[in-house]
Protein backbone atom coordinates (compact mmCIF):
# COMPACT_ATOMS: atom_id res chain seq x y z
CA UNK A 1 0.00 0.00 0.00
CA UNK A 2 1.20 3.64 -0.67
CA UNK A 3 0.87 6.77 0.79
CA UNK A 4 0.15 9.91 -1.41
CA UNK A 5 3.78 10.85 -0.77
CA UNK A 6 5.01 7.78 -2.22
CA UNK A 7 3.07 6.61 -5.30
CA UNK A 8 5.10 4.84 -7.60
CA UNK A 9 5.21 7.13 -10.75
CA UNK A 10 7.05 5.94 -13.67
CA UNK A 11 5.99 8.80 -16.56
CA UNK A 12 5.95 6.92 -19.75
CA UNK A 13 4.19 9.96 -21.38
CA UNK A 14 6.64 12.83 -20.28
CA UNK A 15 9.35 10.20 -21.29
CA UNK A 16 8.61 10.99 -25.13
CA UNK A 17 9.62 13.83 -26.39
CA UNK A 18 8.31 17.24 -26.09
CA UNK A 19 6.51 17.12 -28.83
CA UNK A 20 3.87 15.43 -27.47
CA UNK A 21 3.12 17.90 -24.60
CA UNK A 22 3.92 20.92 -23.06
CA UNK A 23 5.05 20.87 -19.06
CA UNK A 24 2.85 22.69 -17.05
CA UNK A 25 2.23 23.17 -13.13
CA UNK A 26 -1.13 22.93 -11.92
CA UNK A 27 -2.89 26.44 -10.73
CA UNK A 28 -4.49 25.60 -7.29
CA UNK A 29 -7.79 26.35 -6.61
CA UNK A 30 -7.92 28.61 -3.54
CA UNK A 31 -8.93 26.30 0.14
CA UNK A 32 -9.68 23.19 -1.42
CA UNK A 33 -11.90 20.33 0.22
CA UNK A 34 -12.68 16.90 -0.43
CA UNK A 35 -15.99 16.24 -2.42
CA UNK A 36 -15.74 12.59 -2.99
CA UNK A 37 -13.11 10.09 -2.78
CA UNK A 38 -13.52 6.91 -4.68
CA UNK A 39 -12.12 3.23 -2.53
CA UNK A 40 -12.38 1.38 -5.63
CA UNK A 41 -9.95 3.66 -8.03
CA UNK A 42 -8.04 4.15 -4.95
CA UNK A 43 -7.37 0.61 -4.82
CA UNK A 44 -6.12 0.31 -8.82
CA UNK A 45 -2.95 2.60 -7.56
CA UNK A 46 -3.03 0.44 -4.18
CA UNK A 47 -3.59 3.65 -2.84
CA UNK A 48 -3.93 3.03 1.67
CA UNK A 49 -7.42 3.76 2.17
CA UNK A 50 -5.93 5.34 5.56
CA UNK A 51 -4.65 8.33 3.64
CA UNK A 52 -8.48 9.39 2.43
CA UNK A 53 -8.24 11.27 6.10
CA UNK A 54 -4.81 13.07 5.31
CA UNK A 55 -4.95 16.45 6.25
CA UNK A 56 -3.41 17.50 2.46
CA UNK A 57 -5.60 15.23 0.62
CA UNK A 58 -7.57 17.32 -0.69
CA UNK A 59 -4.12 19.73 -1.50
CA UNK A 60 -2.81 16.59 -3.19
CA UNK A 61 -5.31 15.67 -5.36
CA UNK A 62 -6.36 18.64 -6.94
CA UNK A 63 -2.71 19.84 -7.92
CA UNK A 64 -2.60 22.41 -4.69
CA UNK A 65 0.70 20.74 -3.63
CA UNK A 66 3.12 18.75 -5.96
CA UNK A 67 2.70 14.59 -6.00
CA UNK A 68 5.97 13.42 -4.90
CA UNK A 69 7.64 11.68 -8.60
CA UNK A 70 4.65 13.35 -10.83
CA UNK A 71 5.74 14.98 -13.81
CA UNK A 72 2.70 17.51 -15.10
CA UNK A 73 2.11 18.32 -18.24
CA UNK A 74 -0.56 18.85 -21.10
CA UNK A 75 -1.33 17.03 -23.65
CA UNK A 76 -1.24 18.35 -27.34
CA UNK A 77 -4.14 17.11 -29.75
CA UNK A 78 -6.16 18.27 -32.80
CA UNK A 79 -9.17 16.67 -33.79
CA UNK A 80 -12.26 16.60 -35.83
CA UNK A 81 -15.39 18.86 -33.95
CA UNK A 82 -18.98 18.26 -35.42
CA UNK A 83 -17.31 17.53 -38.81
CA UNK A 84 -14.50 20.33 -39.08
CA UNK A 85 -10.83 20.20 -38.29
CA UNK A 86 -9.71 22.30 -35.92
CA UNK A 87 -5.61 22.17 -36.25
CA UNK A 88 -4.58 22.46 -32.79
CA UNK A 89 -6.83 21.68 -29.33
CA UNK A 90 -4.65 19.97 -26.84
CA UNK A 91 -5.66 19.68 -22.94
CA UNK A 92 -7.14 22.89 -22.37
CA UNK A 93 -7.51 22.32 -18.70
CA UNK A 94 -6.87 18.40 -18.13
CA UNK A 95 -2.93 18.02 -16.47
CA UNK A 96 -1.28 14.55 -16.96
CA UNK A 97 0.80 14.26 -13.74
CA UNK A 98 1.99 11.24 -14.85
CA UNK A 99 1.67 6.94 -14.66
CA UNK A 100 1.45 5.23 -11.73
CA UNK A 101 2.49 1.09 -11.69
CA UNK A 102 0.47 -1.02 -9.08
CA UNK A 103 1.16 -4.18 -7.84
CA UNK A 104 -0.40 -6.29 -10.58
CA UNK A 105 2.41 -4.40 -13.40
CA UNK A 106 -0.59 -1.98 -14.57
CA UNK A 107 0.14 1.55 -15.28
CA UNK A 108 -2.30 4.12 -14.76
CA UNK A 109 -2.60 7.91 -15.85
CA UNK A 110 -3.01 10.17 -13.19
CA UNK A 111 -4.87 12.83 -14.75
CA UNK A 112 -6.22 16.10 -13.25
CA UNK A 113 -9.28 18.14 -14.88
CA UNK A 114 -10.06 21.58 -14.17
CA UNK A 115 -6.63 22.75 -12.42
CA UNK A 116 -5.92 25.95 -14.93
CA UNK A 117 -4.43 26.76 -17.90
CA UNK A 118 -2.37 25.26 -19.92
CA UNK A 119 -0.44 26.76 -23.27
CA UNK A 120 -3.63 24.83 -25.26
CA UNK A 121 -6.11 26.83 -23.27
CA UNK A 122 -7.27 29.16 -25.89
CA UNK A 123 -9.44 31.37 -24.49
CA UNK A 124 -10.63 29.18 -21.85
CA UNK A 125 -9.99 29.76 -18.13
CA UNK A 126 -8.98 25.82 -17.59
CA UNK A 127 -11.48 25.51 -15.08
CA UNK A 128 -14.33 23.12 -14.57
CA UNK A 129 -17.27 23.37 -12.55
CA UNK A 130 -18.73 21.37 -9.67
CA UNK A 131 -22.04 20.43 -11.61
CA UNK A 132 -19.64 19.18 -14.54
CA UNK A 133 -17.42 17.13 -12.20
CA UNK A 134 -20.17 15.67 -10.14
CA UNK A 135 -21.47 14.05 -13.82
CA UNK A 136 -18.18 13.05 -15.02
CA UNK A 137 -17.05 11.81 -11.45
CA UNK A 138 -20.30 9.68 -11.23
CA UNK A 139 -20.64 8.59 -14.96
CA UNK A 140 -17.70 7.31 -15.27
CA UNK A 141 -18.27 4.90 -12.26
CA UNK A 142 -21.43 3.50 -13.80
CA UNK A 143 -20.06 2.82 -16.96
CA UNK A 144 -17.23 0.91 -15.15
CA UNK A 145 -20.01 -0.74 -13.56
CA UNK A 146 -21.98 -1.49 -16.44
CA UNK A 147 -19.21 -3.44 -17.82
CA UNK A 148 -18.44 -0.34 -20.59
CA UNK A 149 -14.54 0.32 -20.98
CA UNK A 150 -14.47 4.67 -18.99
CA UNK A 151 -11.91 6.60 -17.90
CA UNK A 152 -12.25 5.89 -14.44
CA UNK A 153 -12.61 8.70 -10.96
CA UNK A 154 -10.40 8.70 -8.18
CA UNK A 155 -11.79 11.81 -6.42
CA UNK A 156 -13.15 15.13 -6.87
CA UNK A 157 -11.84 17.93 -4.52
CA UNK A 158 -14.26 21.10 -4.58
CA UNK A 159 -13.48 24.80 -3.49
CA UNK A 160 -15.54 28.01 -3.34
CA UNK A 161 -13.66 29.94 -6.18
CA UNK A 162 -16.23 31.43 -8.64
CA UNK A 163 -16.03 30.50 -12.01
CA UNK A 164 -17.96 31.67 -15.01
CA UNK A 165 -20.36 29.95 -17.23
CA UNK A 166 -23.51 31.02 -18.46
CA UNK A 167 -23.65 31.87 -14.49
CA UNK A 168 -21.62 31.94 -11.12
CA UNK A 169 -20.84 28.38 -10.18
CA UNK A 170 -18.15 26.69 -8.03
CA UNK A 171 -14.93 25.34 -9.36
CA UNK A 172 -13.55 21.77 -8.80
CA UNK A 173 -10.92 19.52 -10.02
CA UNK A 174 -11.50 15.57 -11.11
CA UNK A 175 -8.60 13.44 -10.26
CA UNK A 176 -9.20 10.69 -13.28
CA UNK A 177 -7.66 8.03 -14.27
CA UNK A 178 -6.91 5.62 -17.42
CA UNK A 179 -4.53 3.61 -18.98
CA UNK A 180 -4.21 6.29 -21.44
CA UNK A 181 -5.44 9.62 -22.30
CA UNK A 182 -4.42 9.15 -26.13
CA UNK A 183 -7.00 10.12 -28.18
CA UNK A 184 -7.72 10.09 -32.20
CA UNK A 185 -7.13 13.61 -32.66
CA UNK A 186 -3.72 12.84 -30.88
CA UNK A 187 -2.53 11.33 -34.12
CA UNK A 188 -4.94 13.65 -36.40
CA UNK A 189 -2.32 16.67 -35.24
CA UNK A 190 0.82 14.99 -36.84
CA UNK A 191 -1.37 13.82 -39.93
CA UNK A 192 -2.14 17.64 -40.90
CA UNK A 193 0.79 19.15 -40.06
CA UNK A 194 2.68 16.15 -42.15
CA UNK A 195 5.09 14.74 -39.31
CA UNK A 196 5.28 11.46 -40.34
CA UNK A 197 7.95 10.58 -38.09
CA UNK A 198 6.01 12.17 -34.65
CA UNK A 199 3.08 9.82 -35.72
CA UNK A 200 5.13 6.62 -35.43
CA UNK A 201 7.03 7.96 -32.38
CA UNK A 202 3.16 8.29 -30.97
CA UNK A 203 2.46 4.81 -32.50
CA UNK A 204 4.96 2.99 -31.10
CA UNK A 205 4.70 4.37 -27.98
CA UNK A 206 0.95 3.61 -27.99
CA UNK A 207 1.51 0.28 -29.28
CA UNK A 208 4.49 -0.40 -26.77
CA UNK A 209 2.99 0.25 -23.65
CA UNK A 210 -0.47 -0.84 -24.52
CA UNK A 211 -1.30 -3.17 -27.39
CA UNK A 212 2.44 -5.14 -27.20
CA UNK A 213 0.84 -8.15 -28.39
CA UNK A 214 0.53 -6.51 -31.47
CA UNK A 215 4.54 -5.74 -31.90
CA UNK A 216 5.09 -9.01 -33.16
CA UNK A 217 3.06 -8.35 -35.95
CA UNK A 218 4.49 -7.56 -39.65
CA UNK A 219 2.23 -4.73 -39.89
CA UNK A 220 1.52 -3.31 -36.32
CA UNK A 221 0.01 0.13 -37.51
CA UNK A 222 -2.59 -1.83 -39.64
CA UNK A 223 -2.66 -3.97 -36.80
CA UNK A 224 -3.62 -1.03 -34.43
CA UNK A 225 -5.89 0.39 -36.46
CA UNK A 226 -7.69 -2.87 -36.64
CA UNK A 227 -7.89 -3.43 -32.84
CA UNK A 228 -9.00 -0.13 -32.18
CA UNK A 229 -11.47 -0.76 -34.83
CA UNK A 230 -13.03 -3.49 -32.95
CA UNK A 231 -12.84 -2.09 -29.91
CA UNK A 232 -14.25 1.16 -31.14
CA UNK A 233 -17.19 -1.07 -32.36
CA UNK A 234 -18.02 -2.73 -29.30
CA UNK A 235 -17.75 0.45 -27.38
CA UNK A 236 -20.54 1.69 -29.44
CA UNK A 237 -22.89 -1.43 -29.18
CA UNK A 238 -22.49 -1.05 -25.27
CA UNK A 239 -23.37 1.91 -25.32
CA UNK A 240 -26.55 1.72 -27.41
CA UNK A 241 -27.65 -1.46 -25.26
CA UNK A 242 -27.42 0.65 -22.15
CA UNK A 243 -29.23 3.62 -23.62
CA UNK A 244 -26.04 5.69 -23.28
CA UNK A 245 -25.61 9.12 -25.32
CA UNK A 246 -22.75 10.35 -25.23
CA UNK A 247 -23.44 14.49 -26.86
CA UNK A 248 -19.93 15.36 -28.00
CA UNK A 249 -18.52 12.19 -30.28
CA UNK A 250 -15.77 14.64 -31.35
CA UNK A 251 -12.51 12.56 -32.41
CA UNK A 252 -10.73 14.34 -29.52
CA UNK A 253 -13.03 12.66 -27.55
CA UNK A 254 -12.00 9.36 -28.72
CA UNK A 255 -10.00 6.84 -26.66
CA UNK A 256 -7.43 4.81 -28.51
CA UNK A 257 -7.47 2.28 -26.48
CA UNK A 258 -11.66 2.37 -27.00
CA UNK A 259 -12.59 3.86 -23.46
CA UNK A 260 -15.90 6.30 -22.92
CA UNK A 261 -14.05 9.48 -22.31
CA UNK A 262 -14.51 13.01 -21.52
CA UNK A 263 -17.95 13.01 -20.37
CA UNK A 264 -19.75 16.18 -20.98
CA UNK A 265 -23.42 16.67 -21.95
CA UNK A 266 -24.19 13.38 -22.10
CA UNK A 267 -27.21 11.73 -21.14
CA UNK A 268 -29.02 8.11 -20.68
CA UNK A 269 -32.32 7.49 -22.17
CA UNK A 270 -34.95 7.56 -19.88
CA UNK A 271 -38.21 7.16 -22.06
CA UNK A 272 -37.13 5.46 -25.37
CA UNK A 273 -36.40 8.03 -27.86
CA UNK A 274 -33.71 6.86 -30.36
CA UNK A 275 -33.55 10.28 -32.08
CA UNK A 276 -32.76 11.51 -28.32
CA UNK A 277 -30.12 14.63 -28.37
CA UNK A 278 -28.77 15.29 -25.35
CA UNK A 279 -26.71 17.80 -26.00
CA UNK A 280 -28.55 21.17 -26.46
CA UNK A 281 -25.95 22.93 -28.65
CA UNK A 282 -25.88 20.05 -31.22
CA UNK A 283 -28.76 21.92 -33.54
CA UNK A 284 -28.14 19.44 -36.18
CA UNK A 285 -28.32 16.16 -34.16
CA UNK A 286 -25.15 15.38 -35.09
CA UNK A 287 -24.32 13.16 -31.78
CA UNK A 288 -27.99 11.63 -31.71
CA UNK A 289 -28.74 8.78 -29.82
CA UNK A 290 -29.40 6.54 -33.10
CA UNK A 291 -26.32 8.27 -34.79
CA UNK A 292 -23.55 7.20 -32.80
CA UNK A 293 -22.93 3.83 -34.59
CA UNK A 294 -22.42 5.70 -37.78
CA UNK A 295 -20.36 8.49 -36.27
CA UNK A 296 -17.96 5.70 -34.61
CA UNK A 297 -17.02 5.17 -38.33
CA UNK A 298 -16.69 8.58 -38.98
CA UNK A 299 -14.50 9.03 -36.31
CA UNK A 300 -12.36 6.20 -37.23
CA UNK A 301 -12.10 7.29 -41.01
CA UNK A 302 -10.39 10.10 -39.53
CA UNK A 303 -8.25 8.00 -36.88
CA UNK A 304 -7.63 5.75 -40.29
CA UNK A 305 -6.42 8.72 -42.45
CA UNK A 306 -4.17 9.71 -39.69
CA UNK A 307 -2.43 6.41 -39.95
CA UNK A 308 -1.76 6.49 -43.53
CA UNK A 309 1.47 7.41 -43.91
CA UNK A 310 2.51 4.52 -41.36
CA UNK A 311 0.17 2.26 -43.22
CA UNK A 312 2.47 2.37 -46.94
CA UNK A 313 4.45 5.28 -46.66
CA UNK A 314 6.15 4.98 -50.11
CA UNK A 315 2.52 4.01 -52.02
CA UNK A 316 -0.13 5.97 -51.03
CA UNK A 317 -3.20 4.13 -52.72
CA UNK A 318 -1.86 1.06 -51.06
CA UNK A 319 -2.59 1.85 -47.71
CA UNK A 320 -5.27 3.58 -48.31
CA UNK A 321 -6.84 -0.14 -49.44
CA UNK A 322 -5.57 -1.21 -46.25
CA UNK A 323 -7.22 1.26 -44.43
CA UNK A 324 -10.62 0.74 -45.96
CA UNK A 325 -10.18 -3.23 -45.16
CA UNK A 326 -9.35 -2.69 -41.76
CA UNK A 327 -12.67 0.01 -41.43
CA UNK A 328 -14.74 -2.53 -43.53
CA UNK A 329 -14.63 -4.53 -40.14
CA UNK A 330 -16.66 -1.77 -38.31
CA UNK A 331 -20.04 -2.59 -39.27
CA UNK A 332 -19.91 -6.68 -39.29
CA UNK A 333 -18.19 -6.01 -35.87
CA UNK A 334 -21.06 -3.38 -34.07
CA UNK A 335 -23.56 -5.57 -35.10
CA UNK A 336 -22.11 -8.82 -33.76
CA UNK A 337 -21.77 -7.00 -30.74
CA UNK A 338 -25.04 -5.30 -30.55
CA UNK A 339 -26.97 -8.26 -31.91
CA UNK A 340 -25.45 -10.46 -29.24
CA UNK A 341 -26.17 -7.69 -26.54
CA UNK A 342 -29.44 -7.55 -27.43
CA UNK A 343 -30.12 -11.02 -27.03
CA UNK A 344 -28.45 -10.94 -23.50
CA UNK A 345 -30.78 -8.37 -22.76
CA UNK A 346 -34.05 -10.44 -24.04
CA UNK A 347 -32.74 -13.51 -22.20
CA UNK A 348 -32.50 -15.52 -25.56
CA UNK A 349 -29.30 -18.09 -25.43
CA UNK A 350 -29.52 -19.30 -28.50
CA UNK A 351 -29.35 -17.21 -32.14
CA UNK A 352 -31.91 -17.08 -34.85
CA UNK A 353 -32.49 -15.07 -37.45
CA UNK A 354 -35.93 -13.42 -36.32
CA UNK A 355 -34.42 -12.14 -33.48
CA UNK A 356 -33.35 -8.64 -34.40
CA UNK A 357 -37.31 -8.19 -35.30
CA UNK A 358 -38.65 -9.43 -32.91
CA UNK A 359 -36.10 -6.81 -30.26
CA UNK A 360 -36.76 -4.02 -33.17
CA UNK A 361 -40.58 -4.75 -32.52
CA UNK A 362 -40.77 -4.04 -29.17
CA UNK A 363 -38.64 -1.41 -29.39
CA UNK A 364 -40.72 0.20 -31.95
CA UNK A 365 -43.57 -0.52 -28.77
CA UNK A 366 -41.32 1.18 -26.60
CA UNK A 367 -40.70 4.56 -29.06
CA UNK A 368 -44.71 4.78 -29.48
CA UNK A 369 -45.34 4.97 -25.94
CA UNK A 370 -42.74 6.21 -24.38
CA UNK A 371 -41.40 3.47 -22.08
CA UNK A 372 -38.77 3.72 -19.80
CA UNK A 373 -35.95 1.65 -21.51
CA UNK A 374 -33.68 0.97 -18.30
CA UNK A 375 -37.00 -0.17 -16.18
CA UNK A 376 -39.02 -2.02 -19.35
CA UNK A 377 -35.39 -4.41 -19.87
CA UNK A 378 -35.12 -4.94 -16.06
CA UNK A 379 -38.79 -5.59 -15.77
CA UNK A 380 -38.86 -7.98 -18.33
CA UNK A 381 -37.24 -10.83 -16.36
CA UNK A 382 -40.13 -11.13 -14.30
CA UNK A 383 -41.79 -12.56 -17.71
CA UNK A 384 -43.43 -16.26 -16.95
CA UNK A 385 -43.09 -18.16 -19.62
CA UNK A 386 -46.45 -19.94 -18.86
CA UNK A 387 -48.82 -17.40 -17.44
CA UNK A 388 -49.73 -13.90 -19.09
CA UNK A 389 -51.94 -13.30 -16.53
CA UNK A 390 -49.01 -12.09 -14.47
CA UNK A 391 -47.35 -9.67 -17.37
CA UNK A 392 -49.94 -6.19 -15.47
CA UNK A 393 -46.12 -4.49 -14.41
CA UNK A 394 -45.16 -4.74 -18.08
CA UNK A 395 -48.26 -4.24 -20.30
CA UNK A 396 -48.80 -1.10 -18.07
CA UNK A 397 -45.63 0.22 -19.12
CA UNK A 398 -47.42 0.48 -22.87
CA UNK A 399 -50.07 2.47 -23.96
CA UNK A 400 -51.23 0.16 -27.02
CA UNK A 401 -51.62 -2.98 -24.15
CA UNK A 402 -52.79 -5.34 -27.40
CA UNK A 403 -49.65 -4.78 -29.13
CA UNK A 404 -47.42 -5.35 -26.46
CA UNK A 405 -50.05 -8.80 -25.39
CA UNK A 406 -49.24 -9.63 -29.28
CA UNK A 407 -45.34 -9.15 -28.54
CA UNK A 408 -45.28 -10.88 -25.53
CA UNK A 409 -46.99 -14.42 -27.12
CA UNK A 410 -44.20 -14.60 -30.01
CA UNK A 411 -41.52 -13.72 -27.53
CA UNK A 412 -42.99 -16.56 -24.98
CA UNK A 413 -43.21 -19.02 -28.47
CA UNK A 414 -39.27 -17.87 -28.53
CA UNK A 415 -38.51 -18.74 -25.06
CA UNK A 416 -40.68 -22.22 -25.30
CA UNK A 417 -38.49 -23.03 -28.54
CA UNK A 418 -35.23 -22.59 -26.65
CA UNK A 419 -36.63 -23.97 -23.62
CA UNK A 420 -36.12 -21.12 -21.64
CA UNK A 421 -36.38 -21.59 -17.70
CA UNK A 422 -38.05 -18.74 -16.12
CA UNK A 423 -35.17 -18.54 -12.89
CA UNK A 424 -32.71 -19.40 -14.56
CA UNK A 425 -33.28 -16.74 -17.25
CA UNK A 426 -33.85 -14.02 -15.12
CA UNK A 427 -30.22 -14.39 -13.48
CA UNK A 428 -28.59 -14.12 -16.51
CA UNK A 429 -31.49 -11.10 -17.75
CA UNK A 430 -30.15 -9.40 -14.53
CA UNK A 431 -26.90 -9.27 -15.07
CA UNK A 432 -27.61 -7.34 -18.43
CA UNK A 433 -30.06 -5.27 -17.82
CA UNK A 434 -29.33 -3.17 -14.58
CA UNK A 435 -31.62 -1.25 -11.76
CA UNK A 436 -29.72 1.55 -12.19
CA UNK A 437 -28.29 4.01 -14.61
CA UNK A 438 -26.71 7.55 -14.00
CA UNK A 439 -30.16 9.79 -15.11
CA UNK A 440 -30.04 13.11 -15.36
CA UNK A 441 -32.28 14.22 -12.47
CA UNK A 442 -30.37 11.95 -10.16
CA UNK A 443 -27.44 14.17 -11.24
CA UNK A 444 -29.04 16.91 -10.98
CA UNK A 445 -30.66 15.78 -7.69
CA UNK A 446 -26.86 15.23 -5.91
CA UNK A 447 -25.48 18.35 -7.91
CA UNK A 448 -28.01 20.54 -5.94
CA UNK A 449 -27.52 19.34 -2.48
CA UNK A 450 -23.65 19.07 -3.35
CA UNK A 451 -23.92 22.91 -4.29
CA UNK A 452 -25.48 23.29 -0.58
CA UNK A 453 -22.18 21.49 0.39
CA UNK A 454 -23.91 18.54 1.41
CA UNK A 455 -21.87 15.63 -0.52
CA UNK A 456 -23.30 12.28 0.86
CA UNK A 457 -25.85 12.23 -2.12
CA UNK A 458 -22.97 12.06 -4.49
CA UNK A 459 -21.39 9.23 -2.28
CA UNK A 460 -24.56 7.06 -1.72
CA UNK A 461 -25.54 7.48 -5.67
CA UNK A 462 -22.04 6.23 -6.42
CA UNK A 463 -22.00 3.35 -4.21
CA UNK A 464 -25.55 2.66 -5.78
CA UNK A 465 -24.16 3.10 -10.02
CA UNK A 466 -20.98 0.74 -8.81
CA UNK A 467 -22.99 -1.76 -8.73
CA UNK A 468 -25.86 -1.30 -10.92
CA UNK A 469 -26.89 -4.55 -11.34
CA UNK A 470 -27.87 -5.29 -7.33
CA UNK A 471 -30.95 -4.49 -6.11
CA UNK A 472 -29.87 -1.88 -3.22
CA UNK A 473 -32.51 -1.98 -0.80
CA UNK A 474 -33.93 1.46 0.26
CA UNK A 475 -32.36 3.34 -2.85
CA UNK A 476 -35.29 2.09 -5.13
CA UNK A 477 -36.17 6.19 -5.79
CA UNK A 478 -32.56 5.59 -7.72
CA UNK A 479 -34.20 3.93 -10.16
CA UNK A 480 -36.99 5.44 -10.51
CA UNK A 481 -38.12 7.34 -14.20
CA UNK A 482 -38.03 11.48 -14.21
CA UNK A 483 -41.20 13.00 -13.09
CA UNK A 484 -42.96 13.76 -16.16
CA UNK A 485 -42.06 18.05 -15.37
CA UNK A 486 -37.89 16.76 -15.37
CA UNK A 487 -37.89 14.30 -18.54
CA UNK A 488 -36.62 17.16 -20.50
CA UNK A 489 -33.43 18.45 -18.85
CA UNK A 490 -31.03 19.51 -21.94
CA UNK A 491 -27.55 19.80 -20.65
CA UNK A 492 -25.29 22.18 -22.15
CA UNK A 493 -22.15 21.91 -23.19
CA UNK A 494 -20.50 24.70 -21.12
CA UNK A 495 -18.60 22.61 -18.00
P1 LIG B 1 -14.41 19.18 -24.78
O1 LIG B 1 -15.43 19.39 -25.86
O2 LIG B 1 -14.90 19.46 -23.39
O3 LIG B 1 -13.78 17.83 -24.88
O4 LIG B 1 -13.27 20.28 -25.00
C1 LIG B 1 -12.74 20.63 -26.24
C2 LIG B 1 -11.46 21.40 -26.06
O5 LIG B 1 -11.69 22.59 -25.33
C3 LIG B 1 -10.37 20.66 -25.33
O6 LIG B 1 -9.16 21.01 -25.92
C4 LIG B 1 -10.48 21.20 -23.93
O7 LIG B 1 -9.28 21.08 -23.23
C5 LIG B 1 -10.86 22.65 -24.18
N1 LIG B 1 -11.60 23.26 -23.07
C6 LIG B 1 -12.88 23.00 -22.70
N2 LIG B 1 -13.21 23.75 -21.64
C7 LIG B 1 -12.13 24.51 -21.31
C8 LIG B 1 -11.84 25.49 -20.30
N3 LIG B 1 -12.75 25.85 -19.40
N4 LIG B 1 -10.61 26.04 -20.29
C9 LIG B 1 -9.69 25.68 -21.20
N5 LIG B 1 -9.89 24.78 -22.17
C10 LIG B 1 -11.10 24.19 -22.23
MG1 LIG C 1 -12.48 16.67 -24.79
Not at 15 to 33: K, N, S
Not at 372 to 401: C, H, I, P, S
Amino acid sequence: MHTLKNLPFDNSFARLPDHFYARVQPTALADPYTVSINPQAAALIDLDPAEFDHPELAHYLSGAKPLPGSDPLAMLYSGHQFGHYVPQLGDGRAILLGQVRNRKGESWDLQLKGAGITPFSRAGDGRAVLRSTIREYLCAEAMHGLGIPSTRSLCMIGSDEEVYREQIETGAVLLRMAPSHVRFGSFEVFFYRNQHERLRELADHVIAEHYPELQADPQPYLALLREVVQRTARLIAQWQLVGFAHGVMNTDNMSVLGLTMDYGPFGFLDAYEPGFICNHSDHQGRYAFDKQPEIGLWNLTCFAQALLPLLDPDDGEAAVAQARDALAAYQPAFVAAYGRGLRDKLGLRDERTEDQALADRLLALMQHSGTDYTRLFRDLATLQRNDAGMDGLLRDQFVDREAFDQWAGDYRARLHAEGSEDGERAVRMNRVNPRFVLRNHLAQQVIERAQRKDFAGVDELLAVLSRPFDEHPGMAHYAEPPAADARQIVVSCSS
